[in-house]
């Protein structure tokens, strides 16, 4: 079983070109980032953990996010390898990954931090089939339907404010981008220009997959 990680800063795309990869690598997406927030929604013991660190844009502790992944690599789905959307995203978390699954690579979509916060804040996805779109820069094709399954749900992240996308990014800058060097050692870590139009990213990504 061999894993892709998709790997960069809040509002990089990774969830955008997630949902588009998904189909030609057959590989499911697994986003710790959506799992703790169906553990919010759920009320679990994990969820009300998860949320004062969340709310606060603070990574949650590796432990909680370990144990998530041991978790769901034992589904069915995850039997051929999975791509990981926003984890590892510590070095332990990396280690303990490297002892559950093969990494064949590393996608680090790279954005600039002055475009992270106009990306997050006009964020909205589909609240019936999660796909993702943006007030300005991936506006649904028709008003108040999603393009992928017509609903005309959406919701907005309680974490994608101003404020929470600073600690966000502190976040990110400082426990994990140290993981870049980490992967770049192990001669599987491919930087994407992640500041041009999604179809590019995308095509980029998968020829880096070949
Ligand atoms: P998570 O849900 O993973 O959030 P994140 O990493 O902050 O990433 P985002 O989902 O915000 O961004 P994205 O890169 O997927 O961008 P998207 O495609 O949506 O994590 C949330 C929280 O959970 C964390 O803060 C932490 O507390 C916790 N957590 C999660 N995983 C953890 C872990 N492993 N360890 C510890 N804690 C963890 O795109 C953003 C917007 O930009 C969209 O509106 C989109 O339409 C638009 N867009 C996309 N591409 C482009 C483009 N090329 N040009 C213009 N606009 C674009």
């Known amino acids: 079983m061999e894993s892709i990680v998709l790997f960069g ?77 926003g984890f590892p995203r510590t070095i332990p978390q990396a280690e303990a990954l490297a002892g559950i699954t093969v990494v064949s690579h590393v996608i680090a979509i790279e954005v600039p931090d002055d475009k992270i916060v106009e990306r997050i804040c006009g964020r909205f996805t589909c609240a019936d089939c999660s796909a993702v779109f943006h007030d300005l820069f991936n506006p649904t094709k028709i008003d108040g339907k999603c393009d992928t399954c017509g609903s005309g749900n959406f919701k907005r992240r309680a974490d994608d404010n101003a404020d929470t996308v600073m600690s966000r990014l502190n976040a990110y800058h400082e426990q994990t981008s140290p993981l870049a060097e980490w992967y770049q050692t192990k001669g599987i870590f491919h930087i994407i220009n992640g500041d041009r139009e999604i179809d590019q990213i995308t095509e980029d990504i998968l020829s880096a997959l070949k």
Do not use: C, H, W
Not at 11 to 39: C, F, N, Y
Not at 48 to 70: T, W
């Open 9 to 85: 800063p809040p509002g990089a795309g990774k969830g955008t070109q997630a949902q588009r990869i998904m189909e030609s690598t057959g590989l499911p997406q697994v986003s710790t980032g959506d799992m703790l927030r169906a553990a919010v929604s759920a009320g679990t013991p994990t969820g009300v953990e998860a949320k004062k660190y969340m709310d606060a844009g603070l990574l949650v502790p590796d432990d909680v996010i370990i144990a998530l992944i041991k978790d769901r690599i034992q589904e069915a789905d995850a039997i051929n390898g999975v791509m990981f959307d």
